[in-house]
């Protein structure tokens, strides 16, 4: 591209104060970046570094979308908040603008207006500005965005100092974009992470608790009139889970752990829950400890979990007579494990089926949560032939 002399001086060039400006503008970025900012406020860091750094009135940088001619972000520095509002949506990467996203080569003119690309440029309400310096910024051989400077405040206009300046600030702003749109990425997944575990927390901790409350409370109303010692007994029940489910919200929505696991351990909160799931379904649920495991206390949860959820189908979907739980260890090439196994006399199903997986979230629970121990669940089924669950994880 041409520019407005012929003395250019390369990046390497760049010395005393100008690297320490240099430096001062990464910094500022830098400090953006590790104190876990967006990428808007790395971008507006390094626009501000850019203008300060050239004595500049106005700096943006623009990052293009992957496809098309729209810019995903384009950040100004120097324009007032209203004036900003009255220049309207985001321009699109056109003429001078989209220049620099296509060329990895500066450019530099002392009256921007001149130059044939700069027709249509910017709507009525932008100001007039003439100087101008563009600068790509380039990541892995791609140029991911660029430096728009305009309206040089001292001299005539931008420098071949200037030039070799930012040229040497763009190719750091390269890492610390990339590097903020890494953590952008990872945030990004880590909610997308932590509402898929209060979804399967809040399912797997609520779903049992509300079907026994709901037919503990049937039962009451049923035996009211004719049984109200029998009926007291069931109103019993729905205070024992209501104060329960009460304990498991405040629980899950502070991510620790069931304050009742914490306290007493696997064995005697699975035994208390499938006892109280028992008597509040009426229906005979047995819990066989065999050499407890030893796990670590997250995953004694994921497995109380796994239990639950195993349980409340056996009880809910299949209309099982018996339930059994096993609990215990076992040795598998060499190293132990611990062994959860829930076999039910129900109706069964076919757990391979879409139809049956796509409504039941807790079956998509459970193989997740076994996936995160390390474990492998199956499920054993067949109509008419009951269902065993099995999980097995190192202990």
């Known amino acids: 591209m041409a520019t407005v002399d012929d003395d250019r001086v390369a990046p390497a060039t760049v010395e005393g104060e100008a690297t320490r400006a240099v430096l001062a503008a990464l910094s ?3 400090r953006a970046m590790t104190l876990g900012a967006s990428l808007e406020r790395v971008l507006t860091e390094l626009a501000a570094g850019a203008r300060d750094l050239v004595d500049a009135r106005y700096a943006a940088i623009g990052i293009p979308e992957p496809e ?9 520095v120097g324009m007032s908040d209203e004036l900003v509002a009255r220049l309207g949506p985001l321009p699109r990467t056109h003429g001078l603008l989209d220049a620099m996203l296509s ?27 003439r100087s101008f310096l563009g600068v790509p910024i380039v990541s892995a ?7 728009y400077l305009t309206d040089k405040e001292t001299g005539t206009g931008f420098t071949a100092a200037d030039e070799a300046a ?17 953590f952008e990425d990872s945030r990004e997944l880590a909610l997308t992470q932590e509402r898929g575990r209060l979804a399967r927390e809040l399912h797997d901790a609520m779903s049992q608790s509300l079907f026994s409350l709901q037919l503990a409370a049937d039962t009451a109303e049923r035996l009211l009139p004719v049984d109200p010692d029998g009926a007291a007994a069931q109103l019993a029940i729905v205070r024992t889970l209501s104060s329960r ?34 008597r509040a379904h009426g229906v005979d649920v047995e819990l066989e400890l065999d050499d407890p495991p030893d796990l670590e206390p997250a995953a004694e949860h994921e497995v109380l979990r796994i239990a639950q959820e195993a349980v409340t189908n056996a009880l809910r979907h299949a209309h099982a007579s018996r339930v059994r739980v096993r609990l215990g ?14 076999a039910d006399d129900g109706r069964g199903f076919d757990p ?44």
């Open 245 to 278: 489910m009460a304990t498991e919200l405040r629980t899950t929505v502070e991510g620790l752990r069931p304050a009742d696991l914490e306290r007493d351990g696997l064995a005697a909160v699975l035994r208390a829950q499938l006892t109280l799931a028992g």
């Open 329 to 342: 260890t076992a040795e598998e090439g060499g190293r132990h494990e611990a062994v959860l196994r829930v």
């Open 68 to 76: 098309g001619d729209e810019f995903a972000r384009f950040v100004t």
């Open 103 to 129: 060329d990895p080569s500066p450019y530099r003119t002392a009256d921007i207006t001149q130059d044939p690309r700069f027709r249509g440029w910017w709507p009525a309400a932008h100001p007039t500005m």
């Open 28 to 30: 500022a970025a830098g």
């Open 166 to 182: 930012v040229v040497l600030l763009a190719s750091h702003a390269a890492i610390a974009i990339d590097q903020a749109r890494l």
């Open 352 to 395: 391979e089926a879409r139809a049956i997986r796509s409504r039941r979230l807790g079956l998509t629970s459970m193989h997740e949560r076994a996936a995160s121990l390390g474990g492998r669940l199956t499920i054993t089924s067949a109509a008419g032939e009951g269902t065993t669950v099995e999980l097995r994880v190192p202990a």
């Open 141 to 147: 051989g791609d140029i991911i965005g660029a430096f």
